[in-house]
């Protein structure tokens, strides 16, 4: 098999997103550029966290993908300013914002930590969006510092404050998502101490995740469906549990291109089928070119308590 170069750099997808449908990412920082280094990051462990805000990526090359591909594009949700680490540092977040608004009518989101949401110009820039999902999986100093492992000029309750200023001067939905970890925010005393924060926060939906895939540290474990629905039942009726990546899109066999399963698993670890929905077509073909590249050493898998999850590498 002749193994074709990634043919983009900086997007990637469409991708079957648990929260928002078919969503094409466009990525505007180089891997695991964040100001947080968390114990669940699918991106792999990283002690290095910068809150320099700066272009870390070439605009024009980005626009020029992003255009090529849109081409090829039947259905799309959302085009999601994501990827491979923290977005907002990126300094001309809002001229991308702006940029694809030019190319497409397609709603805007953008997957963030938050962390930076206490600096105005951040605020203003990702005021430009459709939707803004932020996450919060702290509760208190401590907790963050666990958690999340931010930058050591990261303070939790400026952080929150941040959050909470975000969500009062955005007109968009504000969709916060909540990450569960057994052993660091599932108590009944750290829920409550969450949900008076979330409170402040007045977010749109609350969303709850936990570590379904392979995580940067390898003892977090997934939360049970029983816990996550009983979180859910204490944070009112906003809250939601994210289920499994959505499976409604008609399927059918096309071939599969190995450059294109690459570059989806570079971003993030799937399942046989989260691939199928992400590259339209059925299991046999995305098991026949997994097979392939496992032996090439190009792939390989981690089966975790949600199945079995392929990541490049
Ligand atoms: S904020 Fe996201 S990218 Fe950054 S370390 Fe946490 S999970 Fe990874």
């Not at 951040?122 to 999986?137: F, H, I, Y």
């Amino acid at each position: 098999m002749r193994l074709e170069r990634h043919k983009y750099k900086y997007i990637f997808g469409p991708v079957p997103s648990r929260r928002l449908g078919m969503s094409l990412g466009v990525d505007i920082v180089p891997l695991k550029t964040c100001t947080q280094n968390c114990v669940y990051c699918e991106l792999g462990v990283n002690s290095i966290t910068t809150m320099q805000r700066k272009a870390y990526v070439p605009m024009t090359e980005v626009m020029a993908e992003l255009k090529e591909t849109l081409k090829t594009i039947d259905r799309l949700d959302y085009i999601t300013i994501t990827g491979s680490g923290e977005p907002t540092l990126n300094s001309e977040i809002g001229l991308f914002i702006d940029n694809i608004r030019q190319t497409s009518k397609t709603p805007i989101a953008i997957l963030t930590n938050g962390t930076l949401f206490s600096d105005p110009a951040v605020r203003a820039d990702c005021a430009k969006a459709d939707v803004l999902l932020p996450s919060l999986d702290a509760y208190d100093q401590n907790s963050f510092n666990s958690i999340n492992k931010p930058h050591s000029e990261l303070e939790f309750d400026r952080f929150v404050a941040g959050l909470i200023q975000m969500r009062r001067e955005f007109i968009g939905q504000y969709w916060l998502e909540v990450f569960l970890l057994d052993g660091y925010n599932t108590e009944p005393h750290q829920i409550e101490q969450l949900k008076a924060i979330i409170d402040r926060i007045a977010p749109d939906k609350i969303q709850l995740n936990t570590a379904v895939r392979p995580a940067a540290q390898k003892d977090i474990k997934a939360v049970s469906s029983e816990k996550l629905l009983w979180a859910a039942e204490q944070l009112g009726t906003k809250a939601e549990v994210i289920v499994a990546a959505v499976k409604k899109h008609n399927i059918s066999a096309v071939e599969v291109q190995s450059d294109k399963l690459l570059a989806v698993l570079k971003r993030r670890p799937c399942t046989v089928d989260d691939l199928c929905i992400a590259l339209q077509t059925d299991r046999e073909k995305i098991m026949d070119v997994l097979e392939r590249l496992e032996q090439l050493n190009l792939v390989r898998s981690e089966t975790t308590q949600a199945g079995k999850f392929f990541m490049a590498g």
